[in-house]
């Protein structure tokens, strides 16, 4: 899924969609993924991981300027509300083995807060960091297919993703 390699790594933007499909609205970011499927301008990767967030990390690793994580994310909105998170993520500080193991015991977890403190460990933690989030409606239980109003919102989603990803391309330049 991903695309050509811009020259300088540190000019690219990676998306990364996260969520499971089988977990009904949880499958916001893989709906994204496949929206977005040869959409991006040169020098965007995209990534579909499911709940393999160690895939992002791997990814990472590759050199980006910026990283887009697509993911549904409970903030207590109406269900398929779309918006932007700029997250902070903490300095990674020493952890004990039970800490260490309490955060990254199940790494297919794509968690973001996980995976994004995985990466800033191994220093791959681009400088420029957004989280595109859907309210979700129902993602608990086992249920292939989106709510109506998570679905209602992906041609928004898709659009926001496509000018993010312009915006951060322009930045990096």
Known sequence: MAAPAAADPLRRVL????GNPLRGDDGFGFAVAARLQGSLPAGADLIETGIGGLGIVHQLMNGYGGLIVVDAVERGFAPGTVFVLD???????????????????????????????????????????????????????????????????????????QELVDELLAELE
């Open 87 to 161: 997250p902070e993520v903490p300095a990674v500080t020493e952890p004990t083995l039970e800490e260490w193991r309490a955060q990254f015991a199940d790494l297919h977890l794509a968690e973001p807060s996980r995976i994004l403190r995985l990466a800033r460990a191994a220093d791959v933690l681009p400088e420029h960091l957004l989280v595109l989030g859907c309210q979700p409606e129902r993602c608990e239980e086992f249920e292939e297919g989106l709510s109506r109003h998570v679905a209602a919102a992906l041609p928004v989603a898709t659009r926001r993703v």
């Open 15 to 18: 998306v990364a969609c996260v």
